[in-house]
């Protein structure tokens, strides 16, 4: 289409106008904001700014690629020109150089996808089967005698374990099967040592691990022989492969999952600061236990003291001497009271007595009249006029003669 | 308890602590006799000092197991 130059007062835009324009568009264009790309890594250019420059062709096409300086930190792939990566990023333009480009913020080498979905496909067919079922799962030893290991001899792996080991439960016996842990071989090997272990050291728990890698790196541990070998060995297994957030089917399959090998060696142990409180909390126990035990004896053996006490001679004499005593007391208080009860008769009799006695009488003003003989005369018969009477009275006596007697 | 027990100084960690805690849970449960009391008071003491020496003593054993199935020391690398 010819443009019509007619026109007085076309609408004219500055570059950068128009360029923030077509930004604005490719921007607003959520497919564009979200996309993956494969693609073959060429002009790889790694400034010291630390961003990181390239371009993806294919075979008829070519993007501009740059991934920033905080995310190329987090890049596990080593990337070098003529690498099939698949990126993920957002596209946009770079208004001076007026090109669009990604902006990539997560990368993979190309086929990754591919094992990913293999991963998934196994996971389903293992699940499937119930190798990862939490049913299956074996509690662990508290603790194990013998922990078999199966890494790289040479690992930092085997390093990290060991000086867990050391420094959390030196008392436990370490029996090492040494495997490589990636590469081809690495999976058919992993999973005969996991049955050698069982079969010729019976160890109590069994970790199997390896350091951090790619993907691809940790691809034996998602290896069904060695997932079917972990499910099926006689001693529980503790998985650590890897980092924190990497997952692999071995890890599903064993009975508990650590996050690194130094996780798996501290999940296999008790710590032995707490087997040496464990160790104080029973000798107290033991002593309380035993001093219960022997006040108990003490107990009992009073009372058969007494028991016995009271059948022993001694006792028995004892007893008769306090019977004796009592008897004793009670008889000195018996006579006590008698002597008393008589005493007051002889008081009371006294009285009596004292009423009789006839000088008490003559002190009434009562006479006694005795005759010459000295005879009492009691009565009028016993005596004739003209004779002599003695008449006592309280304070003396006086003869006279009877002059008269009356009736 | 065993009729005959073993010599403390022939028990592992775990044997140790094993006949301890049933020592333990015996003691709590029926009564005895004094003298009876008094020797698993001393059996349990000889036990937990055993369990300390294992502990103040442990050091790590590593082992490797070879192809020919065959349990050898292992030479460490540091």
Known sequence: MEPDFSTINPQVYSVTDLTAYIRAILESNENLANVWVSGEISNLSRPSSGHIYFTLKDASASLRCVIWREQARHLSAALRDGMAVEAHGTISVYEQGGQYQLYVDGLRAAGEGLLYQEFLRLKAKLEAEGLFDEERKRPLPRLPKVIGVVTSATGAAFQDILNTLRVRCPLVEVVLSPVPVQGEAAPVLIAAAVEALNYSVNPDVIIIGRGGGSLEDLWAFNDERVVRAVAASKAPVISGVGHETDFTLTDFAADLRAPTPTGAAVLAVPDIADLNTELRSFSLQLSLLAESGIDEKRYELSENAHRLESLSPRWQVRQGMQRLDDLSLRLATGIKTNLRTEMARLVFIGGRLAVLDPQNVLRRGYALVRDASGALVASILKVKLGQTVNVLLQDGSFDTSVKEIKK | ?78
């Open chain 2, 1 to 78: 308890m065993p009729k005959s027990p073993a010599s403390v100084q022939d028990l592992s960690y775990e044997q140790a602590l094993a006949e301890l805690e049933a020592l333990l849970s015996t003691l709590e449960g029926e009564s005895r006799d004094l003298e009876g009391t008094m020797a698993m008071f001393e059996r349990g003491k000889a036990l937990i000092a055993r369990c300390q020496e294992l502990l103040e003593k442990a050091d790590l054993k590593v082992k490797q197991l070879t192809a020919d199935g065959e349990i050898i020391d292992l030479e460490e690398q540091d």
